[in-house]
């Protein structure tokens, strides 16, 4: 006598003869093939339709909704495939834009700087109120005697820009360095400010397509990420 188990094995074998399916050669390519593609779906819908029992028919509804959640699954595998390729051309996108960086300068707070290309140097202070008086110094970092000074006077809060471009001979040199330092007067006396300056890089990184970060290495001060900066020249 047939047990329940034996009966349920031989209807699944009779699905499997009806649908064409070699079971033994499915489960060896089992590995081979993990996802149940449209013609797939379409035989097994077209096979559920024809062993259906003709007293308690397939709703309409059902039928509909197997289609949609089938067509969602097939929608969002085709959404995921699109993002992949827009990931990889965004990679691209920021390794050229990496090395476009390279020669060019970035303003950022300090108060170590080289003369550009053009053999000046430019800078920026960034004043929380009015300055009454207002002096920039530029002096030699080894040993700090002053090259130079700088009145600018009375000036308003904000981004105050300066520039020294008449350097002389022995200071023109990319490879030379200067210390900057402002002095200030916000109305309790004279105090020393750190400016911003514009810094050479020497080199621009990608990083990985995860962090999406652009790293860039500037003379003096190292490696940055370059989010973090406020202007390029």
């Known amino acids: 006598m047939s047990t329940v188990n034996d009966v349920t094995a031989k209807a699944q074998q009779a699905l499997f ?16 093939k993990q996802t149940l593609g449209q013609q797939d779906f379409l035989k097994l819908m077209t096979t559920q339709l024809q062993n259906q029992d003709p007293f308690a028919p397939m709703e309409n509804g059902d039928f509909i909704a197997q289609m949609a959640q089938f067509s969602t ?7 995921n495939d699109t993002l992949s390729g827009l990931a990889s051309e965004y990679d ?12 060019h300068s970035v303003l ?30 530029f002096s030699d970092p080894k040993t700090g005697e002053l090259v130079h000074s700088m009145t600018l006077g009375a000036i308003p809060s904000g981004l105050n820009g300066f520039s020294w471009k008449d350097l002389p001979a022995d200071y023109r040199d990319r490879e030379s360095k200067l210390k900057i330092e402002a002095l200030v007067d916000f109305g309790d006396g004279v105090q020393s400010l750190s400016p911003s300056i514009f810094a050479e890089i020497l080199s621009a990184s990608s990083g990985n397509v995860d962090g999406g970060a652009i790293t860039i290495d500037l003379a003096d001060y190292g490696a940055i990420d370059a989010s973090t900066v406020e202007k390029f020249k």
Not at 17 to 32: F, M, R, V, Y
Not at 73 to 79: A, E, L, Q, R
Not at 120 to 137: C, F, K, M, R
């Open 92 to 103: 691209k996108a920021r390794i050229a834009t990496a090395a476009s960086l390279v020669g």
């Open 108 to 137: 950022i707070p300090g108060n170590i700087a080289r003369p550009d290309e053009n053999g000046e140097i430019h800078g920026v202070l960034d004043l929380p109120q009015a300055s009454s008086y207002t002096t920039v110094n």
């Open 17 to 32: 003869d009806k649908l064409g399916i070699n079971q033994a050669k499915q489960t060896e390519e089992l590995g081979a």
């Open 73 to 79: 699954v097939s929608g969002i595998k085709d959404v």
